[in-house]
């Protein structure tokens, strides 16, 4: 299982080193594209072919699944861990999550998402003041399934 919260460095040519536990559990073909919220995602082949299965199986006249076609599928690529664990992560990909110096890998079961650092802590800090109302929401939710 994918889970819990690690921080890393950003180092020469923007090459990061991918936790032990997160490599161990994904395996050696891992898959890096755009995340919501100015994330990266990380994830094993076998989970992305269910992410593209869902994307692709829409309807091509909605614009709503090209839109995230574009998005998840577009900035997709394969990448390539060395045996220290590093990978380099794209400019395009590292531009988009805002990324710098410091960042967060946050194991979430089936995937991983790259958080810059700064970015992360404030997201927290949202999470801690607006629990209670996104608990609410998620409730009102399951109510009305």
Do not use: C
């Not at 574009?70 to 380099?88: H, N, Y």
Request: hydrophobic fraction near 35%; glycine fraction near 8%.
């Amino acid at each position: 299982m994918i889970i819990g919260e690690y921080r890393s460095k950003v180092g020469e040519k923007k090459r990061v080193s991918l936790p032990k536990k997160f490599r161990d559990e994904l395996g050696e073909e891992i898959i890096l594209t755009r995340g919501y919220e100015d994330t990266l995602i990380l994830v094993n082949k076998g989970m992305w072919k269910t992410i593209a299965k869902d994307v692709v199986d829409g309807s091509f006249i909605n614009k709503n699944i090209r839109d995230t076609s574009r998005f998840l599928i577009g900035g997709a690529t394969e990448i390539s861990i060395d045996k220290q664990g590093r990978f380099l992560i794209p400019d395009s990909l590292f531009e988009h999550a805002g990324l710098s110096k410091e960042i967060v890998f946050i194991g979430l079961i089936n995937w991983i998402e790259v958080w810059d650092k700064e970015r992360w802590d404030k997201r927290v800090e949202y999470l801690k003041t607006h629990g209670d109302e996104i608990a609410n929401e998620i409730n009102k939710m399951s109510e009305s399934k």
